[in-house]
Each structure stands twice: as C-alpha cells, then as structure tokens.
Nanobody
C-alpha cells in the first residue's frame, strides 16, 4: 500500500556530513507525519527528528543544532541533513511516516527498511 525507500547512508569520518532521503510511494491520500528514527544493536529505536504536517518539527536533544529535517511535499519525500557527525550517531536510520491511504481508512504508520550510517573516529 505504502512504500518508504531510504537512501543516502554510508560511512563518514567524525565531523563529516551525510544527507538521508526517504521517498514515500503507493496509494497515498495524505501524509501526516514523516520522520527519522535510529537504532543500534540491543537498544530501543529512538526518535531522531520528525516533521508533522501543519505543526512543525521536533528533534532529539542529541541532534539539535546538527541535524535538519526537511520535506518536499510534492515529491512525498523527507530529508535529514546530518552535520558534525559523531561516532555516537552510528546506527541504522529508519524512515517513518503516518499516512492515510486512498481507501479512506484511518491514518496508519509505515516504516522504511533502514539505512546504515557509520561514523568513524
């Protein structure tokens, strides 16, 4: 019904930058929320940044001032610009969206497959 495809992960040195992208496709009527979570082994998935339609954005304290979330509504795409990366940012980053699909049902959450970000010291 809805697919989220991430791109842009990779290996970068400490202090470097990466830009993640996530494109939503499928039977989409409207997108209410798009954002990014991350997870490291044996830890819970944590919020990184989220953009709520008509409301605004929210960031984890650990990334404020370094990461910026933005979106292209026409392309159903969300971006995460990550600057001043630290080894502690190493994780699998997952795209997340809350979407109403064209069958008229309630909004539902969807997840991407994840993209690895590795920051070397």
């Amino acid at each position: 019904q809805v697919q989220l495809v991430e791109s842009g992960g990779g290996l970068v040195q400490s202090g470097g930058s990466l830009r993640l992208s996530c494109a939503a496709s499928g039977s989409i009527a409207s997108i209410h929320v798009m954002g990014w979570y991350r997870q490291v082994p044996e830890k819970q998935r944590e919020l990184v940044a989220v953009s709520v339609s008509g409301v605004g954005t929210n960031y984890a304290d650990s990334v404020k001032g370094r990461f910026t979330i933005s979106s292209d509504v026409a392309k159903n795409t969300v971006y995460l610009q990550m600057n001043s990366l630290k080894p502690a940012d190493t994780a699998v980053y997952y795209c997340y969206a809350v979407v109403t699909i064209n069958n008229g049902g309630p909004p539902a959450p969807y997840w991407g497959q994840g993209t690895q970000v590795t920051v070397s010291s």
